[in-house]
């Protein structure tokens, strides 16, 4: 009896690769586009799982990945190989009982066409379709829970409290200001363009907003927009705004701490002048990574899900098409080319 033979299909497979750690801000040189092979099944006994990207998350958390340690809370990316980040993707066969082929998944994947994804235990199986996929980069999807997290679990909101918000236009900005409406706060965002601070106050919500790159006098613009004081500072930002805030803060004070983007591609950074506030105003400052929170996903999303639908919350979204345009968009993050949340789209369904 002839002995069965097993036919393996191997296509190409487009990558974005990292060519080396960098020091200040990042250029589309940095980074280059390759085509290598991959197998579209997996092995015998294998519990590895193989995906094709639909879509890819631009986060700026990565540029910590892109440089010699710095206290990033995942792991660096390797040069020479494909970077990594959060993603939507489809089963394309599986080895993993949790998984099959055809469902869609979101979670850490690569930057390029195919993943073969060797810990799918990190993947969230997407149940609920009726929502555009790509929401699964933001809203409902790792910038979701960060925004939850941190303005709910970590600001500890009360009714009618005063929130400011950097960085508000972004991917969990954005939704920080809708939560704290939800709640009956008074909202305040900054942003770095008039189209931004516009959407701001238009589409999401917010009471009112500022251009920081027109304020010469950030402690000013803050009395000006929030004259009572801050009761939840969401710190995405840093240097400057941080420094401005704290002379700002309200008795009892939460600051949230999501990121400081501010300082991601200096070679030095700044250092706070006004951290006394933190004592004689009796301010919590608290960082916080959205990974220590994954077990409330769930929770999460059976919360947001019926707003979206009821369209009583809004995302927007800033969306790069091809994988070949990646690089430009992540880049993009950091000088605020973005609006909305950055993602790009690699292949339809």
């Avoid at 250029?27 to 890819?56: C, H, M, P, W």
């Avoid at 999807?141 to 939850?148: E, I, K, N, R």
């Avoid at 900054?190 to 917010?206: C, I, P, T, Y």
Wanted: glycine share 10%; aromatic share 10%.
């Amino acid at each position: 009896m002839a002995e069965r033979v097993y036919v393996v299909e191997e296509v190409s497979n487009k990558q974005v690769i990292l060519r080396e750690y960098m020091i200040g801000f990042p250029k589309e040189s940095d980074f280059e586009l390759r085509t290598s092979k991959i197998r579209l099944s997996v092995a015998q006994g294998s519990k590895s799982v193989v995906v094709k990207n639909l879509y890819l998350s631009c986060d700026p958390y990565m540029r910590g990945r892109m440089r010699n340690p710095i206290g990033t809370s995942v792991p660096l990316f390797t040069p020479g190989s494909p970077i990594t980040g959060f993603g939507v993707a489809k089963v394309i066969d599986s080895g993993h009982p949790n998984y099959k082929k055809g469902d869609v998944v979101w979670g850490m994947t690569g930057w390029e066409e195919y993943s073969l994804i060797t810990e799918p235990e990190t993947l969230f199986k997407i149940e609920h379709t009726d929502v555009p996929l790509s929401y699964y980069t933001g809203i409902l999807g790792m910038p979701g829970l960060t925004a939850y997290a941190g303005f709910y679990e970590v600001g500890s909101p009360k009714e009618g409290e005063y929130v400011f918000v950097s960085a508000a236009s972004g991917a969990v900005g954005q939704l920080i200001g809708q939560f704290a409406k939800l709640k009956n706060c008074y909202v305040v965002g900054s942003a770095g363009s008039k189209e931004k601070v516009d959407l701001l106050k238009d589409k999401f919500g917010f009471d009112d907003a500022f251009n920081y790159k027109e304020e010469h006098d950030l402690d000013k613009a803050l009395k000006r927009c929030l004259p009572d004081g801050i009761d939840i500072y969401f710190e995405n930002v840093g240097g400057k705004m941080l420094d401005a805030v704290l002379l700002n803060m309200r008795l009892h004070g939460r600051i949230p701490v999501c990121g400081m983007i501010s300082q991601y591609n200096l070679e030095e950074q700044e250092g706070a002048h006004n951290l006394l506030c933190l004592i004689t105003k009796r301010v919590r400052m608290e960082g916080f990574v959205v990974f220590d929170y994954y077990p409330m996903y769930p929770k999460y999303r059976d919360m947001v899900l019926p707003l979206i639908r009821e369209g009583k919350i809004t995302f927007v979204e800033d969306i790069a098409e091809g994988l070949q345009n990646a690089p430009a968009a992540l880049i993009g993050l950091f000088s605020g080319r973005n609006i909305g949340k950055q993602l790009v789209l690699v292949a339809r369904e």
